[in-house]
């Protein structure tokens, strides 16, 4: 309960939390709420908020706005959270070798990683989703590929720091192996930046995502805010509401994340506690 | 003689949710013109917040002073607005710290950092300024102050980085320096030195000067009066003499009866066995050199060191920081490896061992390591830290249960710290921990890193004491490193002088401490802080 007292005294992050605990509870009942399909015609197209039974209004082929953000929360959560897992399991292996045995696998993995940062990351994945053929899983790999560099870095200079300290010697001197002084004493030393930093990347994923889906690089068959902001571009004069809604969801939750993201920094590290 | 500070009431309120109220509490305190107060006290009594209270330098709102009043001959700092505090410090009241390399500026040359001083607070020409800057360099003791401008801190090493700092804080002439353990990061002969010239500055200029420090030593060496805090409040005030020779409160008796001794111990019987021989070890450092060119610079770390280790005994080796002391303990433990020589543990000469054929005999030297706060994984529960070893090895969970509570038993520690995590324990009882794991592989050689360096005092005492009963209980060979002769004269039978990678002079403590035959032991034993006052044995038999 310490970590919710030192998370709350950032009031921003509680706000985040509050708007993306609601942004999950509305993704988790869109089926509830909207059991059609998203991407079936439900009524008069162009309909304004408010009218001919639609909450935000309806699009060029009559297709539900509010249905269509219920639906695509599901999709940018999923996505966000799935591609910043991969990416966090790779960085951490490539960070954790590279950091502990130093020399020469160091120079290797840290210039592999460097090949990847080099190439602007949101053009790489659209190569990426291209040359794969646009679908969920080739979604979440694209947006892994680009993010994981980051996470290799940041891991391997604590593992860089921690190698030293007196008490992973310690573990040395009683005969520990390296997996088991890897996993079981420097990893949950370093988690905290980790979950951070984590933290902060599903909204960047969810921001590559709405990008791809808005140049027509989404998963066709599931329903998303950049897919919907991409539809609805061409009518922004005389249809404002199908690309403002969306929009809107996606600040809010990228925004939300963010928050939360630095709440989290806040409350786990200890460095910056006393800075307030 | 006028008074320049004068304390009085003065309390310094700490964050509510911490251990106390007041770091420091009802403090009344008084420095004269040319005199030097040592304010003694251990770890968290509240001794350098005076100093900072007294400078203004308080990490404000959340350490604040509460109450009371700090007179600066008759104005009161506490009530001072922030510019009149600037105007104040530096030219009216300086202070230097403890680690010199931080406190100075990385990217600047020290003549530029002396010349701020006095840009900052006066007017005068250039040539002006650096004249007086290479003066206080010469005052200060610096070889070649010319060239000593030029340099940057880096450049330097830590006593001259200190005389720079020094100087700095002497370059208007002040008529206060607080002094916040100037000498503890720095080597004894060093210290010696500093101490020296800080004692006469002091005198040429008239200064008061504040001396915070921790070591007994150093107040018999350099103290005028002595103000010995506890907690937070002051126990104890009085001349060098009246506080060293008649200590009055219970606690000022318990911190000078725990400094420990610099006449050695008696000798015991050496057993004629010896279970660890390390022979013509050598180990070098390399840095620099590389792709772009640059000199490459080698450090002979372990020159040729040759040292024996009976059973039951316990080696000192003693030298200053970089005299290849740790190098050798690391060595031994083989968490450096050594480029040539033997470590013959019996019969098996563990040097060549690659990692996998090391393990078996892991278990049978195990070491202790210098940072208490360190050495304990701060995400692990006590009673893990100790039991994995054994556990690795192949004992059951319970009998590994069984055996930690053993040694906690042991060690001084009541079971219930099985459960705890390490940030719930004080420094000393860290390091009993650190302890009891090196224990739990019931190993010959125990080999202790500075295990006490990091540790007050009176604490300090009590994890000697506890290291002598296990190495007699267990029949351990340990090997001690210290920088600290007293702590060296109190636990070694035989003392290894260490000095730039060479073992210079091996032998029984006290011979050794008596009739030295290396100049350099010589000078060793005399830069001891305080050794007039405390080699006799009137003050520590008293004590509880």
Not at chain 1, 30 to 36: E, K, S, Y
Not at chain 2, 76 to 96: C, V
Not at chain 2, 390 to 417: H, N, Q, W
Not at chain 2, 516 to 529: D, H, I, K, M, N
Request: glycine content about 8%; charged content about 20%; aromatic content about 6%.
């Amino acid at each position: 309960m310490a970590f919710w007292k030192l998370f709350a005294r950032n009031r921003g992050a509680v706000i985040g939390l509050v708007i993306l605990v609601l942004i999950t509870v509305m993704a988790a009942t869109a089926g509830l709420f909207f059991p059609q399909d998203p991407f079936s015609l439900a009524g008069q197209p162009m309909s304004p908020p408010g009218e001919n039974g639609f909450l935000l209004g309806s699009d060029s082929l009559g297709r539900d706005v509010a249905a269509g953000i219920a639906h695509g929360a599901k999709t940018s959560l999923l996505i966000g959270l799935l591609a910043t897992l991969v990416a966090v399991f790779v960085g951490i292996v490539m960070g954790a070798l590279a950091g502990y045995y130093g020399g020469f696998i160091d120079n290797l993995l840290m210039r592999l990683t460097e090949m990847f940062q080099t190439i602007p990351s949101f053009i790489f994945a659209i190569l990426l989703v291209a040359i794969m053929k646009p679908s969920i899983e080739s979604i979440v790999i694209a947006i892994a590929v680009v993010s994981w560099p980051a996470v290799a870095r940041l891991v391997r200079g604590e593992f860089l720091s921690l190698r030293n300290r007196e008490f992973v010697q310690a573990c040395h001197t009683l005969g520990m192996s390296d997996l088991r002084i890897m996993l079981g004493e420097i990893l949950p030393n370093c988690l905290s930046p980790v979950i951070v930093i984590g933290s902060l990347m599903v909204a960047t994923a969810i921001l590559i995502e709405s990008g791809l889906a808005f140049l027509g690089l989404g998963d066709p068959n599931i329903m998303s805010w950049g897919f919907q902001i991409g539809a609805g571009r061409t009518l922004l004069r005389s249809a404002w509401w199908v690309c403002t809604f969306p929009g809107i969801a996606i600040l809010l939750t990228v925004l939300a994340i963010n928050l939360v993201g630095e709440g989290m920094n806040d409350a786990l590290n200890p460095r910056l506690r006393e800075r307030s | 003689m006028t008074r320049l500070l004068d304390i009085t009431d003065l309390h310094v309120a700490l964050p509510p949710e911490s251990q106390r109220p007041y770091a420091v509490e009802a403090m009344n305190l008084h420095l004269e013109e040319n005199e030097i107060l040592c304010v003694v006290g251990e770890s968290g009594s509240g001794k350098s917040l005076t100093a900072r209270a007294v400078m203004g330098l308080l990490p404000k709102p959340r350490v604040r002073i509460a109450q009371g009043s700090v007179l600066f001959q008759g104005e009161d700092l506490a009530q001072a607005s922030e510019e009149r505090l600037r105007a104040i410090r530096g030219s009216e009241i300086s202070m230097i710290f403890q680690e010199p390399m931080t406190a100075l500026n990385p990217v600047m040359t020290i003549g530029v950092q002396i010349d701020e001083v006095f840009r900052f607070h006066d007017r005068m020409p250039g040539k002006e300024r650096r004249r007086r800057a290479l003066k206080l360099l010469q005052d200060v003791q610096l070889p070649d102050p010319e060239q000593t401008l030029k340099a940057y801190p880096h450049e330097l090493s830590g006593g001259q980085r200190q005389r720079a700092m020094i100087a700095m804080a002497l370059a208007l002439d002040p008529k206060i320096l607080i002094a916040d353990e100037p000498t503890t990061a720095l080597d004894v002969t060093t210290q010696a030195q500093v101490l020296k010239l800080i004692k006469e500055m002091q005198a040429s200029h008239g200064t008061g000067v504040l001396f915070i420090t921790h070591d007994f030593g150093v107040v018999a060496d350099i103290a005028d009066r002595v103000c010995v805090m506890q907690n937070g409040l002051v126990v104890e005030t009085g001349t060098t003499d009246q506080v060293l020779r008649r200590p009055s409160h219970p606690y000022t008796k318990a911190l000078i009866g725990a400094v420990p001794d610099l006449v050695p111990r008696p000798a015991r019987a050496r057993s004629s066995e010896t279970v660890l021989r390390v022979r013509h070890l050598e180990k070098t450092y390399r840095s620099g050199g590389g792709l772009f060119g640059g000199k490459e610079r080698v450090v002979h770390a372990a020159n040729d060191v040759t040292i024996d280790l009976a059973r039951g005994e316990t080696l000192g080796i003693v030298g200053e920081s970089g005299s290849g002391k740790s190098t050798v303990a690391r060595c031994i433990v083989r968490l450096n490896d050594a480029e040539a020589g033997e470590i013959l543990l019996g019969d098996t000469d563990l040097r060549p061992l690659g990692r996998a054929a090391m393990r078996p005999h892991r278990a049978r030297i195990q070491m202790v390591f210098q940072d208490p706060f360190a050495s304990l994984n701060p995400r692990t529960r006590i009673g893990k830290i100790i039991a994995q070893g054994p556990m690795m090895y192949g004992a059951s969970a319970e009998a590994a249960r069984a055996r930690t509570l053993e040694l906690l038993d042991i060690v001084g520690l009541d079971a219930r710290a099985y459960d705890r995590f390490p940030h719930e324990f004080s420094g000393g009882q860290r390091q009993r921990i650190g302890i009891a794991r090196a224990l739990a592989l019931e190993p010959e050689i125990l080999v202790a890193d500075e295990p006490v360096s990091a540790l007050d005092v009176s604490i300090q005492a009590q994890i000697l004491k506890l290291l002598d009963e296990i190495r007699d209980r267990m029949n351990l060979s340990m090997i001690f490193i210290t920088h600290d002769l007293r702590v060296a004269a109190q636990v070694c039978d035989r003392i290894a002088v260490m000095q730039r990678g060479q073992v210079i002079e091996v032998g029984p403590t006290a011979e050794l401490f008596a009739n030295p035959t290396a100049s350099y032991t010589r000078e060793l034993l005399s830069a001891v802080p305080g050794k007039d006052w405390f080699s006799e044995p009137a003050i520590s038999s008293e004590t509880p």
